[in-house]
């Protein structure tokens, strides 16, 4: 199957960054660590977050593919499916963090960001992927960014059904006119509302413009408003400054760019490494705070000291989390093999 090599390398750098800012944000290493290099610590600490964007830009470009290319007839089995694809990862993640919890908890009892062992409520309520929306403390870093695209893809697989009742392309049908005023008014209104985050209006403005990209790239139509919305952005930002939105049309413009450039050696050890990192990066996402607990729990524990032993326990803490995101990634693949042999 052939794969872009810019989506795969844009997953795989913004994973990395990610959980380089959990690290920075939670792990009490990066204390020490930012003694000798604090502007480092501070680029992750304060902007890392911002990497998310690209996973949501990119997520809507896939799911504007792949809704271009199959009738959605069935709304809601096309919604299960998606959450089949998305909680097998996160309960196992969520299962690691209660464990990590249970062992190295008592260590971390004056933090703040690591929650109590949850009743069965709230582990329910995570595993729908309600606990923000009904104001659950969360109990994982990445557990919002998988409730809002199963959001995301919700609203994009019902105008989808929507919109092919037309009998046209979805690149030629309402849809991109249609995500073109939503992205806008995420823009200009709704990410400007922080109560709205636990909610997919506040992330259009990303995922609306991959949406865009992908159907521009079909349709001449759909490119007119594609670049509508790319300057009435522009105007946004010229208006009042913000890099999160920028980010995003920056990837966005990207995929439009480059998005069918393919691996042109596919086999060789930079382009394998850069795609497997892509291929777990949704893993590593969400199941790389159980190992955050395990690392500072330890660092607690023993009372470390020094930027020695900090600098080494970030890059294991690193490496164990890529090997965490591997293992979940493997195990959910395999039970979903087998669940298909039996079936």
């Known amino acids: 199957m052939s794969r872009s090599a810019v989506i795969d390398s ?57 809704l271009s290319q199959k009738p959605c007839q069935n709304v809601g089995l096309l919604i299960w499916k998606r959450y089949l694809r998305l909680a097998p990862q996160l309960l196992l993640a969520l299962v690691l963090v209660v464990l990590a919890t249970l062992c190295l908890g008592d260590q971390l009892s004056h ?23 009904l104001g659950i403390e969360s109990m994982s870093a990445g557990a919002w960014y998988v409730a809002i695209d199963l959001q995301l893809f919700a609203l994009f697989v019902l105008l989808a ?89 920056l990837t966005a413009l990207c995929l439009y760019g480059f998005a069918h450039i393919q691996w042109q050696n596919a086999l060789s050890p930079l382009s394998k490494s850069i795609q497997y990192l892509s291929d777990v990066s949704y893993s590593m996402f969400v199941s790389h705070f159980a190992v955050i607990i395990v690392v500072s729990g330890i660092w607690e524990k023993f ?31 395999q039970s979903m093999r087998q669940a298909k042999t039996n079936h």
């Open 10 to 66: 844009i997953k795989a750098m913004a994973s990395q960054v990610i959980v380089l800012h959990h690290l920075s944000l939670y792990a009490p290493m990066t204390d020490w660590v930012s003694l000798t290099w604090p502007r480092l610590v501070t680029f992750f600490f304060e902007d890392g977050r911002l990497a998310v964007q690209p996973f949501l830009v990119i997520g809507g470009f896939l799911a504007a593919q792949s």
């Open 111 to 133: 933090e703040d960001w690591v929650s109590p062992l949850p009743t069965l409520g709230v582990f329910l309520a995570h595993l729908f992927f309600l606990q923000d929306v």
């Open 161 to 249: 059904h929507i919109a092919q009742q037309s009998k046209r392309p979805l690149s030629e049908s309402s849809a991109p006119l249609i995500v073109a005023i939503s992205t806008v008014a995420s823009i200009h209104i709704f990410s400007r509302e922080a109560a709205l985050d636990v909610w997919a209006i506040y992330y259009l403005s990303a995922y609306g413009l991959g949406a865009l990209v992908a159907w521009a790239r079909d349709s001449e139509r759909a490119r007119i408003w594609f670049w509508i919305t790319v300057a009435l952005l522009l105007l946004d930002w010229l208006s009042d400054p913000r890099t999160r939105p920028v980010l995003a049309l």
């Open 303 to 333: 009372g470390f000291e020094g930027m020695a032993l900090a600098s080494l326990g970030i890059v294991l803490a690193w490496l164990a989390s890529l090997g965490m995101g591997a293992g979940v990634q493997y195990l959910c693949e």
